[in-house]
Nanobody, 123 residues
Framework: QVQLVESGGGLVQAGGSLRLSCAAS????????MAWFRQAPGKEREFVAA????????DYADSVKGRFTISRDNAKNTGYLQMNSLKPEDTAVYYC????????????????WGQGTQVTVSS
């Protein structure tokens, strides 16, 4: 069992930055792939970024590539999403997720979810 709690969301101007954190509890977090998804009103939850359990592989949605960086610190049981050059279209609730083994790109592939943190980017 893994529990995830996101933090770090807020209101920023376009072009600004935020760093989201995902604090995990439970055993063997280091063996879990983790990912960030986001969901805007009226839209499906969409993939943002994922990172392998060892942190050696990562992937990003085209919409955030070059602006966002996913990372993890297994010693701290914490994952991060550094978001730079934010755009109004990045506005959404951001969710941290985890699954055992390799990462995938669909919400249905993930077993554990945080409660979400709101990110609002003003123009």
């Amino acid at each position: 069992q893994v529990q995830l709690v996101e933090s770090g969301g807020g209101l920023v101007q376009a072009g600004g930055s935020l760093r989201l954190s995902c604090a995990a509890s439970g055993r063997t977090f280091s063996l879990y792939a983790m990912a960030w998804f986001r969901q805007a009103p009226g839209k499906e939850r969409e993939f943002v970024a994922a990172i392998s359990w060892g942190g050696t592989m990562s992937d990003y949605a085209d919409s955030v590539k070059g602006r966002f960086t996913i990372s993890r610190d297994n010693a701290k049981n914490t994952g991060y999403l550094q978001m730079n050059s934010l755009k109004p279209e990045d506005t959404a609730v951001y969710y941290c997720s985890a699954r055992s083994g390799s990462y995938y790109y669909r919400p249905k592939d993930y077993d554990y979810w945080g409660q979400g943190t709101q990110v609002t980017v003003s123009s």
